[in-house]
Nanobody, 115 residues
Framework: VQVVESGGGLVQPGGSLRLSCAGS????????MNWYRQAPGKERELVAT????????NYADSVKGRFTISRDNAKSTVYLQMNSLKPEDTAVYYC?????????WGQGTQVTVSS
């Protein structure tokens, strides 16, 4: 089983990025998918979730109205569209796939918001 993130990079404040996370070796549609992030010296925090069946979404207060999580089960991929980025969004972003007791993590992708 693998979950692999892509799409990170350096962006100016106010800019946008779209992260992708591709799953393989798992029945992707069964998994709740989550994006976490971890900034230097801080704990990992949950940013956004999307349910497997309902597709219900939830967001951390700090990103509501700016980030959008979505999924394409046919492509086994989850996305995180990030708009109006702020320097405090700088972190390593991790994809997480969860189903019952199964829990898989990607290696992370760096997002840096700086002028």
């Amino acid at each position: 089983v693998q979950v692999v993130e892509s799409g990170g990079g350096l962006v100016q404040p106010g800019g946008s990025l779209r992260l992708s996370c591709a799953g393989s070796g798992l029945t992707f549609s069964r998994y709740d998918m989550n994006w976490y992030r971890q900034a230097p010296g801080k704990e990992r925090e949950l940013v956004a979730t999307i349910g497997s069946a309902s597709g219900d979404t939830n967001y951390a207060d700090s990103v509501k109205g700016r980030f959008t999580i979505s999924r394409d089960n046919a492509k086994s991929t989850v996305y995180l569209q990030m708009n109006s980025l702020k320097p405090e969004d700088t972190a390593v972003y991790y994809c997480n796939a969860r189903f019952l007791r199964l829990n898989y993590w990607g290696q992370g992708t760096q997002v840096t918001v700086s002028s």
